[in-house]
């Protein structure tokens, strides 16, 4: 992809942290990864980790493009992960900061973990670049948010994209069955249990239970590895 143009090094965003840990989930958990956590959030969901990342918390800081990617590539990682809050809650802005950091060069997967309230079509359209790829959450009725998900998001994921449910009881757990069935997606399904309230024996039971082969467990080795409520790792 070629460089953006040199304005768009000067674009600013709110950011919370950027630093280097290992990939917690996916399927590129265990790699090494660089994340890059932006400021602000369109959703407010119950069980959210990330409280810190949007009102009345505030921005750490206000970084230009050109100092996100400057800090991004500091690190020896190759694989980075664009998290918020919801980091394509900026449009345009959210998109150069894409282009910006598929330009280095230095980025073999570049996964960006999206809350399903935001249109994908813009960013899959303009951004043409293989190692970019949506993580792309479906918000269940536990999360108090799934009335805002976007449904049309699901038939536009592609193989290489991940669609994962946080799944914080049976009812969840159903209702995440019943989106599968009712909206076919090339994604590969993920299903994450919600730390506080879904002991993960009890997911893998139901999804043995009712046959889910397709779909991933998805534990989140952060959470196992450091106290659950540690930033920055
Ligand atoms: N290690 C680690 N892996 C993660 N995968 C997604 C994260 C997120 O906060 O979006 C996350 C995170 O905060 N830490
Ligand atoms: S979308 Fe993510 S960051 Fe936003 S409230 Fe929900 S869990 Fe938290
Ligand atoms: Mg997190």
């Keep these: 992809m070629k460089r953006p143009d040199a304005a768009v090094y000067d674009v600013k965003l709110p ?24 400021f602000g959030c369109n959703l407010r969901c119950t069980w959210c980790d990330t409280k810190y990342s949007y009102p009345p918390a505030e921005a750490e800081h206000v970084l230009t493009i050109g100092q996100i990617v400057e800090q991004a590539t500091s690190y020896s990682s190759t694989h980075l992960c664009l998290t918020g809050g919801e980091p394509l809650l900026y449009g345009d802005k959210s998109a150069s900061l894409i282009e910006a950091l598929v330009a280095t060069g230095r980025f073999t997967d570049l996964h960006i973990e999206t809350n399903g309230a935001i249109d994908l079509g813009m960013f899959l359209e303009r951004i043409d670049a293989p190692e970019v790829r949506y993580i792309m959450d479906y918000k269940l009725p536990d999360s108090g948010e799934s009335d805002k998900m976007i ?19 049976e009812r969840d757990f159903l209702a995440a069955k019943e989106v599968l069935s009712a909206y076919p997606t090339a994604a590969l399904p993920l299903f994450s249990p919600v730390w506080e309230t879904m002991p993960p024996a009890r997911l893998v039971s139901l999804m043995l239970e009712h046959g889910l082969s397709r779909v991933k467990l998805n534990m989140q080795l952060h959470k196992i590895i450091w106290d659950p409520a540690k930033r920055g790792v």
Excluded: C, H, W, Y
């Design 151 to 169: 449904t049309a998001n699901l038939v536009k994921l592609r193989s290489q994209d991940e669609l994962k449910f946080v799944i914080g009881s």
């Design 15 to 38: 950011m919370v942290e950027i630093f280097e840990t290992v990939e917690g989930e996916g399927t590129r958990a265990g790699f090494p990864t660089v994340f890059v956590r932006l």
